[in-house]
Antibody, heavy 119, light 108 residues
Framework: EVQLVESGGGLVQPGRSLKLSCLASGFTFSNYGMNWIRQAPGKGLEWVASISSSSSYIYYADTVKGRFTISRDNAKNTLYLQMTSLRSEDTALYYC????????????WGQGVMVTVSS | DIQMTQSPPSLSASLGDKVTITCQASQNINKYIAWYQQKPGKAPRLLIRYTSTLESGTPSRFSGSGSGRDYSFSISNVESEDIASYYC??????????FGSGTKLEIK
């Protein structure tokens, strides 16, 4: 069974940093592209960042480019999102999502981890 | 970047009704659209890919159609378990991935 479990969220002050993790199991992690997608309270879904299976290709939404860094450790089956210079508008539930094999849509999602940016 | 205009923002339907949600892309997306269901407090679930292909486990009352810029998603014979928000996703021209703004389905 595919499982994606996010962790590392919490309350953080504006301008500070936070690192999210997503532990994957139930599939060969190193074969799949991975993504972070967020959802502000009561709002819709917003794609944040993508990383290819071997980390060769990395993409970011304009809203986080230069502040967030996506990375992965295939030996640990773990996806990361390093978030710096956090703003109140980054407050959201952050989902880890798998990119379907040889495709470009998301087939499995974690349950999400909440990040709240507030003083 | 491709924009996805989804409508309506909300729907109220009676059990057994047929409902339809539309997404219009800002340019041709060559049928590369997926539809997700998100129940309250849960992660999104993939229902349909490539316009009309149902994922394993998706009930047959769900369907999708469209081409070019215009796409639709329908639920026939709405059931109480269909209460959720629904989102379209374009995956033709990347990055970025772009979602529609969502449609919240309620039961009358």
């Amino acid at each position: 069974e595919v499982q994606l479990v996010e962790s590392g969220g919490g309350l953080v002050q504006p301008g500070r940093s936070l690192k999210l993790s997503c532990l994957a199991s139930g599939f060969t992690f190193s074969n799949y592209g991975m993504n972070w997608i967020r959802q502000a309270p009561g709002k819709g879904l917003e794609w944040v960042a993508s990383i290819s299976s071997s980390s060769s290709y990395i993409y970011y939404a304009d809203t986080v480019k230069g502040r967030f860094t996506i990375s992965r450790d295939n030996a640990k089956n773990t996806l990361y999102l390093q978030m710096t210079s956090l703003r109140s508008e980054d407050t959201a539930l952050y989902y880890c999502a798998r990119l379907v094999h040889l495709g470009y849509y998301f087939d499995y999602w974690g349950q999400g981890v909440m990040v709240t940016v507030s003083s | 970047d491709i924009q996805m205009t989804q409508s309506p923002p909300s729907l109220s339907a009676s059990l057994g009704d047929k409902v339809t949600i539309t997404c219009q892309a800002s340019q041709n997306i060559n049928k590369y659209i997926a539809w997700y269901q998100q129940k309250p407090g849960k992660a999104p679930r993939l229902l349909i890919r490539y316009t009309s292909t149902l994922e394993s486990g998706t009930p047959s009352r769900f369907s999708g159609s469209g081409s070019g810029r215009d796409y639709s998603f329908s639920i026939s014979n709405v059931e109480s378990e269909d209460i959720a928000s629904y989102y379209c996703l374009q995956y033709d021209n990347l990055p970025p991935f772009t979602f529609g703004s969502g449609t919240k389905l309620e039961i009358k």
